[in-house]
């Protein structure tokens, strides 16, 4: 035998009702919820959570000041030794520096090339997203990659470019012991960028 549901349907009406305000259309169909209300009629919602609040139960945040705990570096180890004083400001835009041009450079490669014959070495892939790089634009990018890398290589050495590219470019742990490589490779790439400035001045 079938079973028959029962189904309870609520009726919407629009009803009129007076208040301070004067007359109010409201609609009428379910009673209303208690508690305390906005200007708008719309029940109270709970407070929000505040980004400090927030970032405070974060983990990886634990042992920042209010003010650094809500600075966008610290969701990196990188961010967090400059915000912890461990590495200095120029230092870090350093490193920074260094991840973009390492990431423009590895996207040259995966890029096709403006011209198929390229000498540039922007070879032909499928991960650029389908951009195009002129030949010019692929040399320079090379040529960054190269001054950067072959700097750090010859007055720092392999074990302090590898703390490097793990502390910027792949984010992984950098435990202490290897911060003396990591700061060897950026002093390294702050005299770079001193003197491209005192080039281009």
């Known amino acids: 035998m079938q079973q028959i549901r029962a189904y309870s349907y609520i ?14 259309s409201i609609m009428v169909g379910r009673k209303r919820k208690r508690g305390y209300r906005e200007p708008s009629g719309r029940a109270q919602r709970d407070p929000a959570v505040s980004k400090l609040d ?7 945040r634990t042992g920042l000041s209010d003010k650094n705990v809500v600075d966008p570096r610290a969701e990196s180890q ?6 912890n004083k461990v ?3 120029e230092q870090y835009h350093a490193g920074v520096r260094w991840r973009e041009v390492v ?11 403006a011209s198929p014959k390229s000498v540039a070495g922007a070879a032909i ?3 650029g997203g389908g951009l195009i790089l002129t030949d010019d634009e692929a040399h320079r990018r090379k040529s960054a990659y190269d001054e950067a890398h072959d700097s750090i290589m010859s ?3 392999m074990a302090c470019m590898r703390t490097l590219n793990d502390a910027t470019v792949h984010e992984r742990h950098v435990e202490p012991w290897r911060m003396v490589q990591l700061r060897m490779a950026l002093d390294v790439l702050v005299g770079l960028a001193y003197q491209g400035r005192r080039r281009a001045g």
């Open 103 to 113: 990431m423009a450079y590895r996207a040259s490669i995966d890029c096709p090339s």
């Open 78 to 83: 990188f961010g967090r030794f400059v915000l």
């Open 125 to 127: 892939g499928g991960g």
């Open 155 to 157: 007055r720092a050495g």
């Open 87 to 89: 590495i200095s400001l």
């Open 11 to 24: 009726e919407w009406r629009r009803e009129t009702i007076l208040c301070q305000q004067g007359a109010l």
């Open 54 to 60: 927030l970032a405070r139960k974060l983990k990886h």
